[in-house]
């Protein structure tokens, strides 16, 4: 069953990576942001189901699943680097494709961290609104590890970094408010998130 919605998951967002009408003419700064916002909104949404398949597919005693589960996780990840090293003239650093690996593994590890952590407890005095610091935070540090001119510069106006921003805000609110519970399901970030 886990592995069959990991795979299902994995489809589609190799879908969503493929509609060549949702990134056409897409800078590599929208790009970083719907990738990094998206994952983001993921996290946050699907916490309560993603925490225990993140923790299944790394304890699962058949070998065969979790190198399975594996497979299907980086297969995502390289088609995420080729979309990215489309801009490949924008990047400034010697190993375009590794600093989009590298960029994009601090991203995930981040996430992964710091939805393992239940509590909450752990990094809330660093970040006592993670969702809204890490919106702001992680896309530049990866636009500025790739070396791209101009790394704090706000992305380009695009219409899934407007209702990923919005998703944002919502959650945003709503945690000040008491109400966010981290659950199975709940709001869902848009569909065109591609992460």
């Not at 065969?64 to 990840?77: G, H, K, M, T, V």
């Not at 600093?99 to 239940?118: K, N, P, Q, Y």
């Not at 695009?158 to 990923?164: A, C, D, F, M, S």
Request: proline share 7%; charged share 25%; net charge positive.
């Amino acid at each position: 069953m886990a592995l069959r919605y990991h795979t299902r998951v994995a489809e589609k967002s190799r879908e969503n990576l493929g509609r060549t009408e949702l990134w056409e003419g897409t800078s590599l700064r929208q790009k970083a942001y719907i990738a990094i916002l998206s994952t983001i909104a993921a996290h946050k949404a699907h916490a309560g189901l993603l925490r225990p398949l993140y923790q299944l597919c790394q304890r699962h005693p058949d070998l065969a699943f979790r190198r399975r589960a594996f497979q299907l996780e980086i297969a995502n990840f390289r088609q995420v680097v080729q979309l990215f090293l489309e801009h490949r003239d924008e990047i400034h650093h010697p190993d375009p494709e590794l600093a989009i690996t590298f960029g994009l593994l601090l991203v995930a590890f981040t996430m992964r961290e710091h939805l393992m952590d239940t509590s909450k407890q752990r990094w809330s005095d660093v970040f006592p609104n993670a969702v809204a610091q890490f919106g702001r935070e992680l896309p530049r540090m990866f636009l500025r590890y790739l070396g791209v001119k101009d790394p704090d510069a706000p992305p380009e106006p695009h219409p899934v970094i407007q209702r990923l921003e919005e998703f944002r805000a919502k959650a945003d609110s709503e945690k000040s408010a008491g109400k966010m519970k981290i659950q199975r399901g709940g709001d869902s970030p848009p569909a065109e998130s591609g992460n």
